[in-house]
């Protein structure tokens, strides 16, 4: 395993970690607010169910590297399921975390593929076999 993958997948997990206790504490009106309206569940609901959520992904990526590939994708998975709710942060204009201007939110937009590839490479999902080819 990369030194660079592994430093990838260790600093992925500790934000996952730190920004699930964040869910679940000093800035869970922050995330409140990032809940689409549309949304069917609860706000507080959604709000901690995604900390724990975040909580166990990140230390399972961590504590697991056996389990990257896995916990790599269901990470990538989690991106993209939560990116309808950054979009609609866009659409509505909702201000949180410092985004503030219509701006700011499209710029985000663009951070969540990095994300899902972040979690990807540190799952080993980019690894090169001993041919030179790619491996799944």
């Given at each position: 395993?990369?030194?660079?993958?592994?430093?990838?997948?260790?600093?992925?997990?500790?934000?996952?970690?730190?920004?699930?206790?964040?869910?679940?504490?000093?800035?869970?009106?922050?995330?409140?607010?990032?809940?689409?309206?549309?949304?069917?569940?609860?706000?507080?609901?959604?709000?901690?169910?995604?900390?724990?959520?975040?909580?166990?992904?990140?230390?399972?990526?961590?504590?697991?590297?056996?389990?990257?590939?896995?916990?790599?994708?269901?990470l990538a998975g989690?991106?993209?399921?939560?990116?309808?709710?950054?979009?609609?942060?866009?659409?509505?204009?909702?201000?949180?975390?410092?985004?503030?201007?219509?701006?700011?939110?499209?710029?985000?937009?663009?951070?969540?593929?990095?994300?899902?590839?972040?979690?990807?490479?540190?799952?080993?999902?980019?690894?090169?076999?001993?041919?030179?080819?790619?491996?799944?």
């Amino acid at each position: 395993m990369s030194l660079l993958r592994t430093l990838a997948r260790v600093a992925l997990g500790a934000a996952m970690v730190a920004a699930g206790i964040s869910h679940l504490t000093t800035q869970r009106e922050e995330f409140r607010a990032q809940v689409p309206e549309w949304f069917p569940v609860d706000e507080d609901l959604t709000v901690l169910g995604s900390g724990v959520v975040e909580i166990a992904l990140g230390a399972t990526f961590i504590a697991l590297p056996r389990r990257k590939r896995l916990v790599g994708a269901l990470l990538a998975g989690f991106f993209v399921v939560i990116f309808p709710g950054n979009i609609a942060q866009y659409l509505e204009g909702t201000d949180a975390f410092g985004l503030d201007t219509d701006r700011k939110r499209l710029v985000r937009l663009f951070f969540q593929p990095v994300l899902v590839l972040w979690a990807l490479f540190g799952g080993g999902w980019f690894r090169r076999g001993p041919d030179g080819a790619g491996r799944p």
